[in-house]
């Protein structure tokens, strides 16, 4: 005969079934009397009619010497006593499907057909065979069959009566929870793969503008820069009375020979400081003076003016002794870097590091990829366990469980 795989668990939880009332009542002359048995957990077929029966019990005669209790082979044969109208056939499950086994039994004409689990650990299943006509099939437990088997062994009679117990509806998914879920988590992916790219679509946009933007900003800065008075500090010098104000990026004053720039609202700077400044902010660090503007250069670029304080970048480069007179500035609560800190100065690298080092922007790419993927295989990993699931189940009730 023909055999199906089945999987591990499938019981045709997606739909509803009913259960079974079994009576089982031996005719015992040892016992003085009929002894009464009852069965629990008994379900009818999936493809049953769902009405009471009642009949003597009959298992297969052995074939060969060898029992049979599945009922597969094609030599199985039932020992009905004569003149018995309706009889149960008893059988194992296992070795070929359930509608084979209810047709052997159909065959011989029995009146139903109870079919026990080969397992003790397991439930009843709804079994599923089409085709079988009228015949009453129900499963049970193996719990108490042993005990049945063994009367009818020793010739002793069993009566069996199955009565329609409830129906119980459906606990897994069914076809139509399927489609709605399948749909609703598509939905879900094509919101989030949009809100993805579109995203991904500002983000590059954004940076080419801030990229356009900052080189039309340093290539003004450097013109701008060009156009600025530089002159070197000689000795009488005003910049060198120790009453003048230092510099206001590195906070040290003038010596002679150093060169200094000075801009149009006439503040004076070292040349090596405020030029890196002017480059990135196009500002006056003491009072924000737009030298773009100031000179005519570029009326519609705005300057940068929000950049974070950066102490790190900003004494990068510098000598020691400026770095320690910077640092001991910076933590002397009776002075104040509060010009420097409101207009953001943060002096650019040197060497041409006006972009993100390679490091920075590897990182982020790696950053940003990294959520990509993870929210990708979250999403077909839920998607492919509730395919799986639900398939499991739905298989369940279209195939032929033996």
């Known amino acids: 005969g023909h055999c199906w795989v089945r999987p591990a668990g499938a019981d045709n939880a997606s739909q509803a079934y009913y259960t079974a009332l079994i009576n089982v009542t031996v005719l015992s002359p040892e016992r003085g009397g009929p002894t009464l048995l009852r069965i629990d957990r008994g379900r009818y077929g999936q493809d049953s009619p769902k009405v009471e029966v009642k009949g003597l019990l009959v298992a297969p005669v052995p074939i060969n010497g060898v029992a049979d209790r599945l ?172 009453d003048f104000d230092h510099c206001a990026v590195c906070i040290e004053s003038y010596k002679q020979n150093d060169v200094v720039r000075i801009l149009p609202c006439k503040h004076v700077f070292h040349k090596a400081c405020v030029d890196p400044w002017l480059s990135e902010h196009c500002t006056c660090p003491m009072c924000k003076l737009n030298i773009l503007k100031a000179l005519g250069i570029v009326q519609n670029v705005p300057c940068t003016d929000n950049v974070a304080f950066d102490m790190e970048r900003l004494t990068r480069g510098q000598p020691a002794s400026r770095r320690s007179a910077l640092g001991d500035f910076a933590n002397d609560s009776s002075l104040s870097l509060e010009p420097l800190r409101t207009s953001g100065m943060s002096q650019l690298p040197q060497d041409g590091e006006l972009t993100p080092r390679s490091g920075e922007i590897n990182i982020a790419v790696t950053k940003e990829w990294f959520i990509i993927a993870s929210f990708g295989l979250l999403s077909a990993l839920t998607l492919c366990y509730m395919i799986i699931k639900a398939t499991a189940s739905l298989n369940a009730n279209e195939a032929e469980w033996y």
């Open 71 to 242: 009922g597969c082979d094609p030599r199985t044969r039932f020992q009905v006593p004569p003149n018995t109208k309706q009889w149960i056939a008893l059988l194992q499950r296992g070795n070929c499907t359930f509608r084979e086994k209810i047709l052997r039994a159909a065959s011989h004409n029995a009146t139903a057909v109870v079919i026990y689990n080969n397992i003790s650990s397991e439930e009843p299943v709804t079994m599923t065979h089409q085709g079988t006509g009228d015949i009453v099939a129900v499963m049970i437990t193996e719990s108490k069959v042993k005990e049945i088997l063994n009367y009818l062994e020793k010739n002793i009679s069993v009566l069996m009566a199955i009565a329609v117990g409830s129906r119980v509806p459906p606990k897994n998914f069914s076809r139509g929870s399927l489609v709605f879920v399948s749909i609703s988590f598509i939905v879900l992916m094509i919101i989030s793969s949009a809100w993805l790219i579109f995203y991904f679509i500002q983000k590059i946009r954004y940076t080419s503008a801030r990229d356009r933007n900052q080189r039309r900003l340093g290539d003004a800065a450097k013109k701008a820069i060009g156009k600025l008075t530089t002159r070197t500090v000689k000795k009488g010098d005003k910049e060198t009375d120790p």
